[in-house]
């Protein structure tokens, strides 16, 4: 049973580019969790979902950012016209259900040159 | 709004020695406490989950304390080894399936 897959794990987009970044929850696990760590800082929740619904949004912010988990496939989180501002660690972590422990991806570095 | 601070934010020890960890929550309405261990540029590796109705749990050289009333959490690292360099966050949960209110870690290094 593969853990919780994130990928890509090292991102670099120039400013104005979009970035997509993958989680793919560990099998049964259909509650997914978005995390940002900006350097020297801790990690700050961004967005709870669950297959095709958005249960949690308020850590994300209103402009650019937009977080999906459809009925097949990964979840994503799309950051349109990124801004140097936006280099950071972003962390999925997945569940199989509101009462069980959340399991963490390794992360994926974006980097905006 | 739950804030949770962990101090010292860095610490340094010989090997062999027992070491304590601090995470302090603002509101004790919580639903469980998490330590994770996390290594640089890697992930959050779990390391004991306490339910609310729980005061501590153990695993191997590690155990944390939970005590809800004053907001306090411990993490006790007995007879630390090198390979327990790393920075350790704590993170509350507020309810069921809620998010994870994270500190800002507490990086250790143990030196040989």
Redesign the interface.
């Known amino acids: 049973n593969a853990g919780v897959m994130q990928n890509p794990r090292h991102l670099v987009r120039r400013r104005g580019q979009e970035a997509r970044l993958r989680c793919s929850p560990m099998k049964g696990h259909s509650?997914v969790?978005w995390?940002r760590q900006l350097p020297e800082?801790?990690?700050?929740?961004m967005v709870?979902l669950q297959k095709e619904n958005i249960?949690?949004e308020s850590?994300m912010p209103k402009e650019r950012f937009s977080a999906e988990f459809p009925k097949e496939g990964p979840s994503i989180l799309r950051i349109q016209q990124v801004v140097r501002g936006d280099s950071a660690a972003y962390?999925c972590a997945s569940?199989p259900?509101?009462?069980t422990?959340?399991?963490?991806?390794?992360?994926t570095?974006l980097t905006v040159v | 709004k739950q804030e949770?601070t962990q101090i010292p934010a860095a610490l340094s020890v010989p090997e062999g020695e027992n070491l304590v960890l601090n995470c302090s929550f603002t509101d004790s309405a919580i639903y469980?406490l998490?330590w994770?261990r996390q290594d640089p540029?890697?992930?959050?590796?779990?390391l004991l989950?306490i339910q609310s109705s729980q005061r501590e749990q153990t695993s191997g050289r590690l155990n944390a304390s939970l005590d809800k009333s004053s907001g306090r959490s411990t993490l006790y690292i007995a007879a630390s080894q090198p390979g327990d360099s790393a920075t350790y966050?704590c993170?509350a949960q507020e309810t069921?399936?809620?998010?994870?209110?994270?500190?800002?870690?507490t990086q250790l290094t143990v030196n040989p």
Do not use: W
């Open positions: 509650h969790y995390y800082e801790g990690l700050k929740f709870y249960i949690d850590g962390f569940s259900d509101m009462n422990e959340a399991f963490f991806g390794q992360g570095r | 949770v469980n998490q994770f540029g890697k992930g959050l590796t779990s989950l966050l993170a069921s399936g809620s998010r994870l209110t994270f500190g800002e870690g």
